[in-house]
């Protein structure tokens, strides 16, 4: 049997004795002798037509799709289109390349829209909390103030006590941190409402449920339009709350979501779920692309993080051009007002690094790798707590008390006060005498205070976004994290520059200008390494994650550097725990996803893992078949996804029935014998005895692809058999009878349990 039920695999290859690995190939695979015929006689299938057999049926929602029927299917269309002859053919050939490449185009464009509207919605809800324009509601504190010179105060923007003429210093800050928290509350708790009210798939980032549906997971309702509205409007009033998420993340999510909706009206996409998700694929690329301005860090994000692209070149290619695409869009609105796409650009007046700052450089790789995996460990300790609390009951009250919270803390540190993007921004930026100085950060005798104000903001995020990254809202974890470390990163750059200014002809800094008024420490570019080295503890990404940052930032003379810092946290976030919050998450929630690490069993066979034939559900088709009826009846109690066919002589494995297309079945035949009375047979024609005139002939709806092996062979071969072929079941037999079976969900199951063993499937019963 196959199917949710499948959680309980079989997971006693701990405890099982070691088997012989030295089993020749000729020996591990079996075969079952089907005699099939290209052309089935169906003369004893009344009422049934070949048509019917090999109709096409949906995917129900928590099951996987069957990549090899997927694509013999897009590659018998092809064949159909290529077929044709003279300009009827030639126009098909260009109206389906034609059809392919506008729904690309079409995302890409949608992407990039849809991503500056978000950052315009958020910074003008957000710097509402503080205040308003004198010009106008609409304009946010960087429209009200275009136009300055630097350095120059802006007069235009007012914060709330002066709109309102409150002139005792006691009344305005009472006032202000009053609006502050009550716009926050109103912000998140409308979140919280329209997700859990209209659209529950819209909450958290989406990334671990992107990820399992490119591996071929059905998760339709997660696509749908009513998510992609209430995800984009969700993550707008979330972000500008001031709760510690991002929305990097979620723009994921809702790229996907635009792919999927435009790809409903065309049919090379609506009526195959492999060529749809290679289109998802290229828009998770594009959503990348929008989030950071990254079009390159996009293409090589769903290389590395969605695994989207390794056995596809095409792939590749189509997200990279609904990158490019999705980021010239975003930078023909310009919704920063820079006419960039460099969200956080570096000072680029110092470009020269030097030996001694790989030490306080390798100090922060290895805080952001400790801190990193302690952040995994943390959030998914109170997501299990959540789950089997009150809180579980009452989302909205959650959110709302914990938003409460996070403002009134959030208002009385100066440094978390800003939304995130201002923070990261300026904390990138180097001083400047020409330009204001954000909050004393270029003041030289404050150092202790701005030190101590920095720490304790970053140790504060932590926490804040180790409980809010999981609430009903829509949240994302890129920018709080890379807050955090750009918050040590910058610390750590304000300590090394307070030692040069006091010890400036110290030998270790013998490699910097002997003038002390030149500048030789860039503080913004250490914050730029702790936001690396945090961002690789977190997410474990590694190459995209280089290439996002120094297209993020505009550093590209400090790319080695970033390199150092992602490679060292990472070797220290491994050494805690293996895999990323996504791999966490996807493990919590128990989907079907097989990373792509290689696995090593311990001597363990596939008998270790696999159920055994006595707890599966079967279909038995005996000397005079079965009935419809019973088959109807199993087909109706049961929720498995398959269920494996045996011969009533001996047991022998016919090969496995798939539930879908069985239903689709049986409700036909329904339609020409209501009461179900007929028998029916899985056995080839060739093979069913004379008189069997009126028994319904089923065996062309067995799968025709199914791999079958020996129980004894090593489960370290089932695993990558799983990864690399992406097979959904094997079936075990022995001397042609079944003996047991795997699926995709097992495999899956044993990976996550082995990394994650501490809450692996503790979130699986509310979301599979």
């Avoid at 405890?15 to 089993?23: N, T, W, Y």
């Avoid at 490019?324 to 650009?345: E, H, N, W």
């Avoid at 919270?405 to 978390?416: G, H, P």
């Avoid at 079945?665 to 329904?670: A, I, K, P, Q, Y």
Wanted: proline letters at 4%.
């Amino acid at each position: 049997m196959w199917g949710n039920s499948s959680n309980n695999a079989n997971l006693s290859w701990f405890k099982g004795e070691l088997h012989d690995r030295d089993i020749q190939d000729a020996e591990a695979y079996e075969f079952v002798e089907h005699e099939y015929e290209h052309e089935h006689d169906y003369e004893t299938s009344p009422g049934l037509s070949p048509k019917s057999l090999g109709k096409q049926a949906a995917y129900e929602e928590g099951s996987s799709i069957d990549w090899v029927r997927e694509e013999a299917a897009e590659r018998e269309r092809k064949r159909a289109i290529h077929s044709r002859r003279g300009l009827h053919g030639m126009l098909g050939v260009v109206l389906d390349s034609a059809g392919l490449w506008l729904v690309i185009i079409l995302a890409g464009v949608g992407v990039g829209v849809l991503g500056a509207w978000l950052d315009v919605l958020v910074k003008w809800l957000g710097d509402i909390r503080e205040g308003r324009c004198r010009e106008g509601f609409l304009y946010n504190q960087v429209s009200c103030c275009s136009g300055l010179d630097p350095g120059q105060i802006c007069k235009e923007w007012q914060t709330w006590s002066e709109y309102l003429h409150v002139s005792s210093i006691f009344g305005q800050s009472l006032l202000q941190a009053a609006i502050y928290i009550a716009l926050s509350i109103a912000f998140a708790g409308s979140s919280a409402v329209l997700v859990l009210t209209y659209a529950p798939y819209a909450f958290h980032t989406g990334i671990p449920e992107i990820k399992a549906i490119l591996s071929g997971y059905v998760l339709d309702q997660f696509l749908g339009p009513w998510v992609l509205l209430i995800k984009a409007l969700g993550l707008a009033l979330a972000v500008a709350s001031g709760l510690s998420l991002g929305k990097e993340g979620p723009l994921v999510h809702v790229a996907c979501c635009w792919a999927f909706l435009l790809s409903r009206a065309f049919r090379q996409f609506r009526q195959n779920e492999a060529q749809k998700r290679k289109l998802l694929a290229a828009a998770a690329a594009a959503g990348v692309s929008v989030a950071f301005g990254s079009p390159l860090g996009g293409v090589l994000f769903g290389l590395e993080e969605l695994d989207a692209f390794s056995n596809d070149s095409d792939v590749m290619w189509r997200g990279f051009v609904a990158s490019v695409i999705a980021a010239g869009s975003l930078q023909y609105v310009d919704p920063f007002g820079t006419s960039k796409l460099v969200l956080f650009q570096v000072s680029e007046s110092e470009t020269v690094w030097r030996g001694f700052e790989l030490i306080p450089w390798m100090f922060l790789s290895v805080i952001g790798g400790l801190l990193g995996s302690l952040l995994i460990k943390l959030n998914s300790a109170a997501a299990v707590y959540r789950r089997h609390s009150q809180l579980n009951d009452y989302p909205i009250l959650e959110v709302v008390g914990f938003t409460a919270i996070t403002a009134a803390v959030s208002y009385l540190v100066v440094f978390l006060r800003v939304q995130s993007s201002e923070l990261v921004a300026n904390l990138f930026q180097e001083c400047d005498p020409t330009k204001q100085d954000y909050h004393g950060l270029c003041n030289p005798t404050a150092l202790g205070a701005n030190v101590f104000l920095l720490v304790l903001t970053a140790l504060v995020k932590i926490a804040f976004t180790a409980w809010t990254f999981g609430m009903m809202v829509p949240a994302g974890i890129f920018l709080p994290t890379i807050a955090i470390g750009a918050c040590l990163g910058r610390a750590v750059g304000l300590i090394v520059q307070g030692l040069h200014r006091a010890y400036p002809h110290a030998l270790i800094f013998s490699s910097c200008p002997p003038d002390i008024s030149v500048r030789c420490i860039s503080p913004g570019f250490y914050a730029v390494i702790g936001a690396s080295a945090m961002l690789g503890g977190v997410t474990r990404m590694t190459i995209s994650l280089v290439v996002i940052l120094f297209e993020l930032t505009g550093a590209l003379s400090h790319v080695l550097p970033i390199m150092i810092s992602v490679m060292v946290s990472k070797w220290v976030a491994d050494a805690c725990g293996k895999d990323g919050i996504y791999s966490m998450w996807i493990a919590m929630r128990r989907y079907p996803w097989l990373p792509a690490r290689e696995y090593r069993d311990r001597g363990e066979t596939a008998a270790h893992v696999m159920k055994p034939a006595v707890n599966l559900v079967v279909i038995r088709d005996g000397d005079g078949g079965c009935a419809l009826g019973e088959l109807d009846a199993l087909v109706r109690a049961r929720s498995f996804r398959g269920f494996p066919v045996v011969s009533g002589e001996g047991e022998l494995l016919l090969g496995i029935v798939m539930r879908d297309r069985l239903r689709t079945c049986l409700e036909e035949l329904m339609a020409d014998d209501p009461n179900m009375e007929r028998r029916c047979t899985f056995l080839p024609p060739s093979r069913v005895g004379p008189g069997s005139s009126g028994v319904v002939n089923l065996s062309g709806l067995l799968e025709e692809a199914v791999l079958q092996l020996r129980k004894d062979v090593p489960l370290e071969l089932v695993v990558n058999m799983f990864q690399k072929l992406n097979l959904r079941h094997i079936l075990f037999s022995q001397e042609g009878k079944l003996v047991g079976m795997v699926t995709k969900t097992d495999i899956a199951w044993l990976l996550t349990s082995e990394s994650h063993s501490m809450h692996a499937g503790a979130l699986a019963e509310k979301y599979q």
